[in-house]
């Protein structure tokens, strides 16, 4: 399952070791609508469904009842300038079914309350400046912002 190299054996002291695997998995949003139990993963082309399920429920202790996969064509570009075709790479998509009474739902990073009060606060500091820059500016009519200190 691993292509690393490990120490030769030494004797005297105990060999660690630890296993790790090649493999990998990257959460993604639907494509499709999806049930709340569906998450969707873009695994690496050598795994099978039976390492996606060992790999969640091993690593990550989640319980997992299905796994369906399906391998995904790369997309198809061209050369604007040297009109040559190249081809990204094909991945694998592996769609996870979790139990009915679990539900995967993606956390909301940036929240809405957050932003417009930042946003609210940026306008209300630009307003200041501006009113300073005006009051600084207001005997010299006709000179550049730039040229002022």
Do not use: C
């Not at 060999?15 to 499709?32: E, M, T, Y």
């Amino acid at each position: 399952m691993s292509t690393r190299w490990y120490p030769l054996y030494q004797r005297g002291n105990p060999q660690l070791r630890i296993l790790l695997p090649n493999f990998w998995l990257k959460l993604v949003r639907h494509s499709v609508p999806q049930p709340p139990n569906v998450v969707e993963f873009i695994v690496s082309t050598e795994m099978t469904r039976i390492d996606i399920k060992n790999y969640l429920e091993k690593i990550y202790n989640v319980p997992v009842v299905n796994v369906r996969t399906r391998i995904a064509m790369g997309k198809t570009h061209q050369d604007k300038l040297k009109g040559y075709i190249t081809k990204d790479d094909d991945y694998k998509v592996a769609y996870v079914t979790l139990p009915r009474e679990h539900a995967f739902k993606f956390p909301d990073i940036f929240p809405k309350m957050d932003r417009e009060e930042k946003d609210k606060k940026s306008l209300e500091e630009a307003k200041e400046g501006y009113k300073k820059y005006i009051e600084r500016s207001k005997d010299r009519p006709g000179a550049p912002g730039w040229f002022s200190f």
